[in-house]
């Protein structure tokens, strides 16, 4: 699986941002897949998971309420709509595919990454 983000950009604080991560492969589809962030000097840390169906999702408590993933299986697309952003939302962000059963918040347990968009919220 090769995963490629994109959507990332400048934006102003209070303002919205829609990622992307096309992936390639036909097994898309039957994996559970991650958005991760690292900001400078900072570790990755997670953002937010979705089954591979696409029926459960779990959030990092810092953008719970702002942040919606999803996944379009047909188009092997996954999706990051961020809303309501912050300037401590600046990082590069990374998806990423695990080939292991369920969502999981660590990023040791996923297998293929993206090679991340950056993403800058001004004050």
């Known amino acids: 699986v090769q995963l490629q983000a994109s959507g990332g950009g400048l934006v102003q604080a209070g303002g919205s941002l829609r990622l992307s991560c096309a992936a390639s492969?036909?097994?898309?589809?039957?994996?559970?897949m991650g958005w991760f962030r690292q900001a400078p000097g900072k570790e990755r840390e997670f953002v937010a998971a979705?089954?591979?169906?696409?029926?459960?999702?779990y959030y990092a408590d810092g953008v719970k309420g702002r942040f919606t993933i999803s996944r379009d299986n047909a188009k092997n697309t996954l999706y990051l709509q961020m809303n309501s952003l912050k300037p401590e939302d600046t990082a590069v962000y990374y998806c990423?595919?695990?080939?292991?059963?369920?969502?999981?918040?660590?990023?040791?347990?996923?297998?293929?990454w993206g090679q991340g968009t950056q993403v800058t919220v001004s004050s």
């Open positions: 990423a595919a695990r080939t292991g059963r369920g969502m999981n918040i660590r990023a040791d347990t996923y297998d293929y």
């Open positions: 979705i089954s591979w169906t696409g029926e459960n999702t």
């Open positions: 492969g036909r097994t898309f589809s039957s994996y559970p």
